[in-house]
């Protein structure tokens, strides 16, 4: 059984729903949902969850802290990575929150892979 079928998290905790201040939708269809991620400096956003794998690619780093409830289990380096070098694979992820701990806002594009990668079924 894939990890799509054991979620336990409802969908008001949807980085869209539960927090929409840092997350928009740039396009969505069946196959995949690309978000505009943006946090803002000295902001922590709220906690909320991701389903799908995605492909997440930073254009303007910040440094962050990342937080599963009030536990910080992250923390980028003083020197994040230059703008528009940074793409990364990301599993599904529970909940958690990133809070910008530098002086400018934090960008970012997720590409979400609704299919997980696999074709549609046939219909």
Same mark, same amino acid.
């Given at each position: 059984m894939g990890a799509e079928h054991d979620w336990t998290w $409802? $969908?008001?905790? =949807?980085a869209v729903v539960a927090a929409p201040g840092s997350h928009r939708v740039l396009f969505d269809n069946d196959d995949v949902r690309v978000l505009e991620v943006t946090i803002a400096a000295g902001h922590r956003e709220p906690e909320h969850t991701h389903r799908d794998p995605s492909v997440m690619?930073? =254009?303007v780093p910040a440094r962050i802290r990342y937080y599963q409830g009030d536990t910080l289990t992250f923390s980028s380096p003083a020197d994040p990575v230059p703008a528009g070098t940074r793409a990364s694979w990301m599993a599904p992820e529970g909940p958690h929150s990133v809070e910008n701990v530098d002086d400018h806002p934090y960008h970012a594009i997720r590409v979400e892979l609704k299919t997980h990668g696999r074709a549609r079924p046939s219909q």
């Open positions: $409802p $969908p008001s905790m =949807d690619i930073v =254009d």
